[in-house]
């Protein structure tokens, strides 16, 4: 496992915004693609954002518009910034990496989460 660490959730009002970071550590020669997910109470965990390691960006439609990932391959970490957060953004948001380990290809890794929370 290569341990990814999430930083930035808290409780905000609507139309506020957050800056959600993840970094990963470890051991590994490459990190590929990262990813963003959420999971609300009682419901499965939805794609929010991906990055490749090339750049190439894909949104769920929930948030295009309003949400954007970036990503910083020195430092291994990857960005969400949300803008204009709504009620419905309420969630657990989960980092997701695909990384080369030494003798394992390409296996993906997930992080603990963090509380994201809008307020009405």
């Known amino acids: 496992q290569v341990p990814l660490v999430e930083s930035g959730g808290g409780l905000v009002q609507a139309g506020e915004s957050l800056r959600l970071s993840c970094a990963a550590s470890?051991?590994?020669?490459?990190?590929?693609?990262m990813a963003w997910y959420r999971q609300a109470p009682g419901q499965q965990r939805d794609l929010v954002a991906r990055?490749?390691?090339?750049?190439?960006?894909a949104y769920g439609d929930p948030v295009k518009g309003r949400f954007t990932i970036s990503r910083d391959n020195a430092k291994n970490t990857v960005y969400l910034q949300m803008n204009s957060l709504k009620p419905e953004d309420t969630a657990i948001y989960y980092c997701?990496?695909?990384?080369?380990?030494?003798?394992?290809?390409?296996?993906?890794?997930w992080g603990q989460g963090t509380q994201v929370t809008v307020s009405s």
């Open positions: 990055i490749t390691n090339g750049g190439s960006i």
């Open positions: 997701n990496a695909e990384c080369w380990l030494v003798g394992k290809p390409w296996t993906d890794h």
């Open positions: 470890g051991r590994f020669f490459s990190i590929g693609t």
